[in-house]
């Protein structure tokens, strides 16, 4: 059998890695966004219906970008007419303090 080794030393880099690689997808699996995001009635609700504890949780863990749609559900999404065009921020407060 054939072995290998891997030898880290934290102190050898080739570059600095761009924090705006380390993004986030949301999609539509269980309560990430009825109940999850988006839930009109929750006390935390914007005037938009978007949670804002959950916005709160988010800014904790400073994504430099939110693919939505994400994940499986992208593989049939069809953006036909939005290609090409400037597509408003869903949730403002994010996309204003991001």
Do not use: K, Q
């Not at 990430?32 to 609700?45: L, N, Q, R, S």
């Amino acid at each position: 059998m054939n072995t290998a080794s891997l030898v880290i030393d934290p102190r050898f880099t080739l570059a600095e890695i761009d924090r705006r690689l380390f993004g986030s997808f949301v999609e539509h699996m269980g309560r990430c966004v009825y109940t999850g995001i988006f839930e009109p009635d929750h006390p935390t609700a914007d005037g938009s219906g978007f949670r804002g504890d959950v916005l709160e949780l988010v800014r904790e863990l400073g994504p430099t970008l939110v693919r939505y749609p994400g994940g499986n559900f992208v593989s049939s999404y069809r953006g036909g007419s939005a290609r090409g065009h400037e597509i408003a921020c869903a949730w403002p407060d994010l996309c204003r303090h991001a």
